[in-house]
């Protein structure tokens, strides 16, 4: 039997720790779903996890199973079994004693024999049955592990980073078996990770933590294309979302333009309803997301419908093989998410930036106080744009824009890192200092507001994820 998991304003204080681990976590998990927690080390995975298991008591809110309430039901009456990312097997005993031992107390007088078969037939281990885990490889003793969960016929799995101790190959391997497995089985199961690539591809939806508070809950795809923060944004996808500060600038007299210091993107006219909706953040600083399939080189005669022209230099390329990521400054200002990355380093020396704390919303109303909860303290601003050899700023209309193919500057930039990466072919040949035009897609433009909350698309409107 697999069971509905609710969470209600869950909130867990360790001792001596002035701020909660877990703050008012709310959630439903629905019955053979399978829920990732995603998140940062340290924003309170595993204590969610710990709690619906009942190895950490809840401090406020409530835990249902299947609509009763839990708070209070000891663990070995949850009907839950958990795969740790350590493996934890016995090392005194073999792989069969070590999936058979919990079945001895969960059916007892009954011979495991049969279902240690059947478990490890499914999970193709049939022949390391009777080696001990010091006579096996990673992923063996991961999968043990997992037939120790499976054997018992759980009616949760709750998983806390499963795979990290293996190596690439074979995580992405057992992510496979794993789907297949917990899928297959319908049992419902939350998954630790702080791997966003394990969480898109494994979860029916993903739930983003960031400090101790949840962020998002949706299908993987949603979290991409429709990131409610800045935080979700630049946590999920890689290459990781381009961040850049900016303020719209429009005129009463028309037109619009996103300006970012030394460039401006100009918003096709008519106006989209999301673009309309900018209006009102004239003047005030905004940040602008783009990911990489949002830009690419290319000559501005190549621009599609809804394509606007930007220039940039080339500060480095990084080579991948199949692909090439090219760091360019395009003389912006980049915002940088506080838990993820350390500011990158300033052009020639310069400052590394200010934290501004984020302001308060104000009390209107719980919405409003939840969405602060959320992204207090979202960014970082780097104060100064990064200098020498800048793009120079365009004189353009809207949807029109410089036209400068990878002229040389006399004297290249001295920037370390650039403030835009943008994918590429691995063919293309580009040096350090190259002046390329970038054709950024406005249907792949996001806007968060100073908060960091989504503002473009808007956020009440329906996915649109093509
Ligand atoms: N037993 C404990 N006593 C005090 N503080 C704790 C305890 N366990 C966890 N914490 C703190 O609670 C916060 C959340 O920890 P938790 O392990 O849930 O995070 P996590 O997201 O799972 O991190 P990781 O991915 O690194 O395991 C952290 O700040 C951690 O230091």
Redesign the pocket.
Known sequence: MTRAISLHEVS?Y????P?P??DRFSLDIAPGEFLV?L????????????MIAGL?DITTGELLLDGEYSNDLAPGDRRMAMVF?NFALYPSMTSRENIGFPLRFEMPGEEPGPRVDETARILGIEEILDRYPGQLSGGERQRVAMGRAISRHPSVFLM??PLSNLDAKLRSHLRAEIARLTHGMGVTTVY???DQAEAMSLGDRVAI?RS?VLQQVSPPRAAYHLPENVFVAAFVGTPRINLLQATVIAPLGGGMWIDFGRQRLGLPEPLSLDHQMLRIQQGRPIIVGLRSEAVRIAQPSQAHAGEVVISGIVEHVEYQGHESLVHLNTGSRPAIVPELEAPRPAANGGRAGSRRAAGSPGGIGRLAHKAARRIQSTVLERDAPASGGLPPRPDHAPGRGPVSVMDRPASPPETQTGDLVVRTGPDIRLSRGDRVPLLVDLAHLYVFDREGRRICPAPDEQPRLD
């Open positions: 867990k360790y001792p001596k720790q701020s681990a877990v927690l998140g940062p080390s340290g924003c309170g995975k595993s204590t969610v996890l710990r950490e990312q806390d980073e630790v990770t702080h933590m101790g």
